[in-house]
């Protein structure tokens, strides 16, 4: 179980569902984010 998942599950636990989560593995230097700007 990753770092994310845990995350997962706690925010589960106050309702907020798995698929209403961004989340991404990407270096935070990188400025361009597709994937971020479109769940934006």
Avoid: C, N, Y
């Amino acid at each position: 179980m990753g770092k994310i998942d845990s995350q997962l599950d706690a925010l589960a636990k106050h309702g907020i569902l798995w698929d209403k989560v961004f989340s991404e593995k990407i270096s935070t230097r990188i400025r361009v984010r597709p994937a971020f700007e479109q769940a934006l």
